[in-house]
């Protein structure tokens, strides 16, 4: 059954319903020329995943997106590349979780050894379907160890919810006046169905349900938007200590419901209406007053809105969105999720 269902995962099948049947999986989900143009602006000769709009730095998020677009691109080189690096410059815990900042300027380049919870969940994700696609068991059990210590030291239970902190540090009820807090763009809903095959457990199936839910609950403001940092002591407000805003953590959430299989048509149009600017850009928001703080008119978050119409309304992209040409790290990475998810899922968008 693991096989089958990460074969069916990696042939576009993001998030795996009770009645759904796996298949083999096919050709790449993202084009060689694709991949190449990113991993040239991107990746370094060390393996590392470089954010080139923050510093230059590495981060175990950055790192998990390598490891997962180089599978749907079926590089097998690149991905051992960056599990190289991953594995001996950020597995640094004794937890088994992933330190989440690597800087090339300091010594030692580790500097803040707590874990990004997405970061391993992406990391754990790709360990795995690598592991099926291409009949490595070592990747499979890698990604077994830190999808556990995730369930072990990220996962909670709080007021009958499950939920994913942030890190293991620093957000929970008791590290916080306001704790528990949540960043609800790190629900990464089409890995769950994976990491429950490499570390089976009721609580993926409970996280799952209970973001999908929680996102549907999270609405500030005039633009009724989650926040990018969301405090759950009570009812839900946007966290101390954070900008009260709909950000640049928070607009990829539309994204990973479209790849995890949520179809809510009232709720994928809610985001793709709230967070729409001037000339089909996409924009993040003060959540108090519902004022725009920035058009975002790259190509690679435009995607996101233009995704949304595709599963909403079946409306074809347009062709600049169309065409990958790398910008910065992180919309580019965005923009290849989201073509590989169309390729995928809405061939008859492209």
């Known amino acids: 059954m693991m096989g089958k269902l990460l074969a069916a995962l990696l042939a576009g099948i993001f998030y795996l319903g009770p009645h759904t049947v796996p298949a083999k999986a096919q050709q790449p989900m993202i084009t060689t020329e694709a991949w190449q143009t990113y991993k040239i602006k ?113 996962v909670v239970e709080s007021n009958g919810r499950t939920l994913l902190l942030p890190g293991a540090a620093g957000f929970s009820a008791s590290d916080r006046e306001d704790g528990p807090v949540i960043n609800p763009s790190y629900w990464i809903f089409e890995a769950f169905p994976v990491l429950d095959q ?11 349900d209970d973001g999908v839910a929680l996102i549907n609950e999270l609405r500030f403001g005039p633009k009724q938007l989650p926040a990018d940092w969301v405090s759950l002591k009570t009812s839900p407000k946007p966290a101390s200590g954070f900008p009260a805003e709909y950000g640049y953590n928070a607009l990829r959430i539309p994204l990973y419901l479209a790849r ?77 999720l989201g073509l590989s998810f169309v390729a995928a899922k809405h061939p008859e968008c492209l």
Request: aromatic fraction near 8%; include cysteine.
């Open 42 to 154: 991107f990746l370094d000769p060390g393996g590392r995943i470089v954010d080139d709009g923050n510093g230059n730095i590495s981060h175990s998020e950055g790192q998990g997106y390598g490891l997962l677009l180089s599978v749907l691109a079926g590089s097998q080189a690149d991905f051992a590349l960056i599990w190289t690096f991953t594995r001996t410059e950020l597995l640094l815990r004794d937890d088994g979780l992933a330190a989440w900042k690597w800087s090339p300027g300091t010594k030692p380049h580790v500097t803040d050894i707590n874990n990004a919870s997405d970061g391993d969940i992406l990391i754990a994700y790709a360990l795995g379907l690598a592991g099926q696609q291409w009949s490595r068991s070592d990747y499979t059990s890698a990604g077994a160890a830190i999808a556990r210590a995730i369930l072990a030291r990220t």
């Open 198 to 208: 490499l570390a089976p457990s009721p609580t993926w199936g409970k996280l799952r």
């Open 260 to 336: 995890g299989g949520v179809t809510d048509r009232q709720l994928l149009s809610r985001f793709r209406q709230a967070a729409s600017g001037a000339n089909g850009a996409i924009t993040t928001v003060d959540l108090l007053s519902g004022t725009t703080r920035t058009n975002l008119s790259d190509q690679g978050y435009r995607i996101v809105n233009h995704i949304l119409a595709c599963v909403v309304d079946k409306t074809v992209l347009p062709a600049d969105v169309k065409q990958f040409t790398p910008t910065l790290y992180y919309p580019s990475t965005l923009h290849l």
